[in-house]
């Protein structure tokens, strides 16, 4: 299967909280919900679009725990089959076993990065994690991903994690698509590429 990695991110590359005020205050951050205003139905068509090419999801603890607690209970969203009864794992040093009733759901611990390499060896299409963003970061890092596709809403949050952060592992990315939807989200799908080309401008002056 191919990793693919997907986000939600502003502007200014935060990826913490887009989805409501209270989805993740960890380190004091009030400002969760960023991009619910900027949804629509073009966007909509194009994540139910995504997840018709998963075979499997792969999640960190956080988004795990949301979504196990909410999409059992979305049966009459479009999206709901695909989530609820597709293989899940989740990658965490804490928990012990999964939530009940979002089955299948398997728990990966210790060597993550083996684990998800073996993951990919299996045979399917993609295997997508949708935010999760330490566990995308760690697995850009080991050269993992072979797919990225960032959904960046018109809007500056000024604060909050970021996908990519200061110091993070160089990587190089190959677009493959981009569009804007009418309320003006940015979609963009990159192609991993290994390390960044380096090279000095030539032109005049």
Do not use: C
Not at 118 to 145: C, F, M
Request: a negative charge; charged letters at 20%; zero cysteines.
């Amino acid at each position: 299967m191919r990793l693919v990695l997907q986000e939600f991110l502003s502007l200014d590359g935060v990826s913490q909280g887009p989805g409501s005020p209270d989805e993740d205050t960890s380190d004091g951050f009030t400002r969760g919900g960023w991009f619910v205003p900027h949804l629509d139905e073009a966007f909509d068509r194009l994540t139910t679009v995504w997840l018709g090419e998963a075979d499997a999801f792969l999640f960190g603890r956080r988004t795990y725990e949301s979504f196990a607690r909410d999409w059992p209970r979305m049966t009459d969203h479009p999206n709901a089959r695909v989530l609820n009864g597709s293989p899940k794992y989740v990658a965490s040093r804490t928990l012990t076993e999964a939530e009940a009733g979002w089955d299948p759901t398997t728990v990966l611990s210790g060597d993550i990065t083996a684990q998800v390499a073996e993951l990919k060896r299996q045979p399917g299409r993609e295997l997508q994690i949708h935010g999760s963003a330490r566990l995308g970061q760690s697995l850009l890092a080991a050269g993992l991903v072979d797919e990225v596709r960032l959904a960046v809403a018109p809007v500056v949050v000024g604060s909050g994690r970021r996908l990519f952060p200061d110091g993070g592992t160089p990587v190089g990315l190959r677009l493959l698509s981009s569009e804007t939807t009418p309320s003006g989200i940015a979609v963009y799908a990159f192609e991993s590429t290994g390390l960044p080309a380096y090279g000095t401008y030539g032109g005049a002056a």
